[in-house]
């Protein structure tokens, strides 16, 4: 088990280092990446570690004008609408993240037999902020190239392929265990779109990946469990939406499945928490296999006890 968001947001530890250092700073600090990547296993005891990194890490390091703006998330100054905009998107280079590998290096010492869990963003939610210029509810922009310009979309989705497999790749020769995509948006498409326009892509990089665990996670997802089954992952992400047993039912055989319970539960009393998470143990036993997790990112205003509480279930159960 290991919570998403762990190392960041709501953890008193994490606001006192992260005081007066910007989001893409920390995030370019070996020395802050290790502290923050160990917080979480030192309070909670789960049993992986996340890297402290971004998803939009890769793209600042090949010269994208971006910024992660407090209480926004990731903006971009020149979206990327045309053939031109494309051209702005270099491979990325072992090179353009020595930040990454100096902390993956160091954080195998300190985590010792904890794995770290090293991680991307997918091409669809790249690409959103991207061409969107920051955080989108529709992302109408995406989906208008992604249906009227589907050559400009592909080649995008192609250039955003070969930089996030080469980031995975850096992760993964620098010592993480495991890999994480990051599709967070994809909830947006529907399944027949998913195999059409976004498939292609997601089974290259899991293909370009077969030495680690393979994990891919979205949100919204309910109706593309089998599709984002068939990508190539070893481990399908569930929400909260779904629960585990039906999810299994959607996955197919061959894949694990990791969540699923709703990070709002956490703000809620102990014994509903208590409750909610013994549900997504006992329905999880449906699958080949199950990574015990939230349904999407801890929130902010979580109670660091009752995440402990529950590392503390989880383990006992
Ligand atoms: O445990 C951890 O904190 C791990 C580090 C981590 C990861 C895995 C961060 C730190 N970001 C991410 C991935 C990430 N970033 C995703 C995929 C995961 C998810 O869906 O939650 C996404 C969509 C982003 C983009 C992003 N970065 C957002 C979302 C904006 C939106 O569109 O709603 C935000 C708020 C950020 C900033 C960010 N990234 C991470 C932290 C701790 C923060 C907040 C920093 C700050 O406010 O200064």
Redesign the pocket.
Known sequence: MW???????SLPE?LKV?EGV??LQACATPDLIVE?TMQ?VRRYGVDAA???????VPLKAIGIDLD?K?????VVADPIRDAAGLETLRPLEPGDVPYVTEAIGALAGELGATPLIG?A?APF?LAS?LIEG???KNHDRTKAMMYGEPKLWHALMDRLTGIVLEHLRIQIRAGASAV?L?D??VGAVSAADYREFILPHTSRIFAGVPEVPRIH?G?GTGELLGVLGEAGADVVGVDWRVPLDEAARRVGPGRALQGNLDPAILLAPWDVVETRALDVLRRGRAAEGHIFNLG???LPSTDPDQLKRLTELVHSA
């Open positions: 919570f998403m968001r762990q190392a960041g947001r994490y992260r910007p989001m923050i979480p996340i890297f402290f990194s971004d998803i939009v992660i407090p209480g926004v998330g990731p991680f963003g939610t902020y920051g955080p989108s994480q990051f967070s948006w996670f949100v999407h990112g801890v």
